[in-house]
């Protein structure tokens, strides 16, 4: 049967009527994701590009002079929009999900393959207003990733009067259309579209994480879209939603009487569920990779699930733990302090859980699996020093320092870009069908790994002693030893040293798409319906004449009755014996 | 649009459509949510001179009643496979909507020239924002609209959905209840 123009179950599916429909305008799922993809890494890699520039000007402080202080604020605040928005979110929620969510629960497509095939254009879309600040004539925007008001808006900050920020406001809106259309479908389908058997509670962990995510996002966004609809307002109306009374060099300035703070309020208010946005889904990689590639059962499933719901809900009632500086009663920044370390509870639970899984396992060192133990051991690093900065007296000190830096990056840029790295080796050969080159991965992963250690670990240290970040130059303070220079210098190396390491990545995944062996059908012996497609890679409509038929849980490793040491979810328990 | 599911109706007996319009409706609702949050937070501040409403909005309001009285004998008419009835419903609906939007509209006009401009004041600022915001959905409900009277008034049988028909009318009657709060919001305030 011609799979372009099937019909199945009594309706008929998209039918892609040439190159364009099948590889540029697509609706497949399996295309989506891989455009969501391309376009994310490939900004990644813009962003990964201006954190060098920002380290080149720490570790050697005007050497460069193409860095001067204008410059060095702009590729702080795009370095931050890029990473965390428009690769982490696209690329786990627009990549992963749209790849694995009608894989992994047995469906043929996206509920609404059209919304689909818009929610990456107009993400595409997006991306383009991002870059095309680059090329206005103040540059983009320089007021950090926070965009706080009044400063982000006015005359002095770099891309402030200009059109940098209107274009970085315009784009997250564009951004979060775009997001709302892929996340309706994602929800969407994972409340309806699951094959027969395949319950809630049979979901793979990753399907959990992701739809959770969703849900967060759905309901985060909008908080971000309106402070970026009442800033383009004031920046170019002149509205003062946001705008205190303002005097610049002895003149009053048109704005008057709105608040800053209010903005601040919107902003973390999207911001801190955005942590997990990215979180969950990394959560979800390492639940799946640990389980196949330690080959035994994911323990405390339903634990599992319920603390990703824990996370999700009270992910909503922690936003002000940023802006303890900003200044707040002090019985809300009790409150906002005891929910932050509530949330350390469901969180511990999935680490736990995941140690508990390695616990008396068959475990493979695969690529994947070294990503999982770096990640958790990563994460827990990470997430022990946001215990410090979640409690208020310890917060305020070091909230401008570089400990805030270091606490960020490990839990919120390396652990994710962890999970993330683990994720494309996993599932590679589904993808393409051929394996990646596993010394290239081992050699990308250890430099990664302990090189971001280098880089981050120290940021620690330079923070207890309060230097200050956001800094273009540290060189006029004098309670800044020569040391931090020193470590900056190092750093700066380490930097670039895991920059480069990045390429071996890039060089691998392209590589092997032609020359990596060819890829069994399900290499890492996994239980989850993604590996057992009729064809792999899988084609279009993913599963032939008929849909799969799931018996069991994702975690079906190491079954007496079974002879293999795993069960696929679309084996009963007939074909087993 | 086209389903590929298993079955249908798989959860809490709803329909993939029906999961989407719901779903981004909750997501509408938290929109709108910030933005009278914002408001309230606003009004507190000395500099506050509300906007005189102008009379208009009353006008304005009962053209979107009708516009959902249009939208039930509409959904009354896929129903009972009366079409003439449907056709007739949708075009009220439609008609009235647009006629809400162009009323809003002119009520921009009027404050304009009364001199209650965008930036003068931040009560008028939040004024103009919401009710944007909230005619904004208004508008992209007529898109979904268009499509759906498109497909009834083929006179295709087939095509005449009265799950779409529903659907739409179930938003209609979301952006009467949105602008019902957010007009008391700002007659009351």
């Not at chain 1, 990664?448 to 273009?472: D, E, K, W």
């Not at chain 2, 005619?135 to 497909?151: I, M, S």
């Amino acid at each position: 049967m011609d799979q372009n123009s099937a019909t199945y179950e009594g309706q008929k599916m998209y039918d892609p009527k040439g190159w364009w429909d099948t590889y540029v305008f697509s609706q497949d799922h399996k295309i989506i994701a891989l455009q969501y993809v391309c376009v994310a890494l490939a900004i990644g890699l813009t962003g990964m590009f201006l954190s060098l520039l920002m380290r080149l000007q720490l570790g050697f402080p005007g050497l460069f002079e193409s860095i001067d202080a204008g410059s060095y604020y702009q590729d702080v605040t795009m370095h931050g929009m890029i990473m965390v928005i428009y690769l982490l979110t696209a690329l786990f929620l627009g990549g992963f999900g749209n790849y694995l969510i009608p894989l992994m629960l047995g469906c043929r497509d996206m509920a609404f393959p059209f919304v689909n095939m818009l929610s990456f254009w107009m993400y595409f879309l997006s991306v383009i207003i991002l870059v095309a600040s680059f090329f206005v004539e103040s540059g983009p925007t320089g007021a950090g990733w926070t965009l706080y008001p009044p400063q982000s808006i006015l005359e002095g900050t770099p891309g402030g009067d200009g059109a940098g920020i209107i274009l970085m406001l315009a784009s997250l809106a564009v951004f979060i259309v775009a997001f709302t259309m892929g996340g309706l479908n994602y929800i969407t389908t994972v409340l309806q579209s699951r094959a027969k058997g395949m319950t809630l509670m049979r979901m793979p962990l990753i399907i959990w994480c992701i739809f959770l995510a969703t849900f967060l996002g759905l309901l985060a966004f909008p908080a971000l879209l309106v402070g970026a609809i009442m800033l383009i307002f004031d920046r170019v109306l002149e509205t003062s939603f946001f705008m205190p009374e303002i005097f610049k060099g002895g003149e009053v300035l048109d704005y008057g009487g709105g608040s800053p703070v209010l903005f601040q309020h919107l902003f973390w208010f999207f911001g801190h569920p955005e942590v997990y946005i990215i979180a969950l889904p990394a959560f979800g990689i390492i639940s799946e990779l640990i389980s196949v590639h330690a080959r035994k059962n994911i323990f405390g499933y339903n634990m599992m699930v319920w603390a990703l719901i824990a996370i999700a809900g009270i992910a909503f009632i922690v936003w002000a733990h940023h802006m303890y500086v900003a200044g707040m009663n002090p019985y809300l920044g009790f409150f906002f302090a005891t929910t932050t370390l509530i949330i350390a509870v469901p969180t511990a639970i999935k680490v736990y859980n995941w140690a508990l899984t390695l616990w008396n396992a068959n475990i493979k060192m695969t690529v994947p699996m070294l990503y999982c133990l770096a990640f958790l051991v990563t994460f827990l690093n990470g997430g022990l020093t946001g215990l410090f900065l979640g409690n208020v007296a310890v917060d305020v000190p070091l909230s401008d320092t570089y400990f805030v830096i270091g606490h960020f990056h490990m839990v919120m840029a390396v652990s994710p870009v962890l999970a993330l790295f683990g994720g494309l080796y996993h599932w590679y050969p589904s993808v393409t069908g051929r394996m990646l080159d596993d010394r290239l991965g081992k050699i990308h992963f250890w430099i990664t790994f302990i090189g971001t250690y280098l880089i981050y670990f120290p940021m620690h240290y330079i923070g207890f002693l309060g230097v200050p970040r956001r800094y273009y130059s540290n060189e006029q303070y004098d309670f800044i030893p020569q040391s931090v220079a020193d470590l900056n210098q190092f750093i700066t190396i380490c930097t670039l040293i895991v920059g480069a390491a990045q390429f071996i990545m890039l060089y691998n995944l392209i590589k092997s798409l032609y020359k990596g062996a060819i890829a069994p059908k399900n290499p890492w012996d996994a239980c989850t319906l993604e590996w057992q497609t009729l064809e792999s890679p899988p084609g279009h409509g993913n599963w032939g004449e008929q849909l799969p038929v799931v018996y069991r849980w994702p975690y079906e490793y190491g079954l007496p009755s079974a002879t293999a040491d795993f069960v696929p979810q679309n084996v009963s328990d007939e074909q087993i014996t | 649009m086209t389903n590929y599911a298993a079955s249908e109706k798989a959860f809490l007996g709803l329909s993939h459509a029906q999961v989407f319009v719901y779903v981004l409706m909750t997501v509408i609702s938290i929109l709108f949510l910030f933005i009278t949050n914002a408001y309230l937070f606003r009004m507190n501040f000395q500099d506050w001179a509300p906007v005189p409403i102008p009379t208009l909005l009353w006008f304005n309001t009962v053209c979107l009643l009708l516009a959902s009285v249009g939208m039930v004998w509409a959904k009354s008419g896929a129903k009972t496979e009366d079409h003439q009835k449907t056709k007739v419903g949708l075009t009220l609906a439609g008609v009235f909507a647009v006629v809400f939007v162009s009323g809003q509209t002119w009520a921009w006009q009027e404050l304009h020239v009364s001199g209650y401009f965008l930036s003068s004041n931040p009560a008028n600022t939040f004024f103009y924002l919401i009710t944007a915001l909230h005619a904004l959905h208004v508008l992209g409900g007529l898109v979904a609209w268009f499509v759906v009277t498109f497909k009834v008034f083929k006179e295709d049988a087939a095509i005449l959905q009265p799950e779409s028909v529903g659907l739409l009318g179930v938003y209609w009657h979301y952006m009467l209840l949105v602008w019902g709060v957010l007009f008391a919001m700002l007659i009351t305030t």
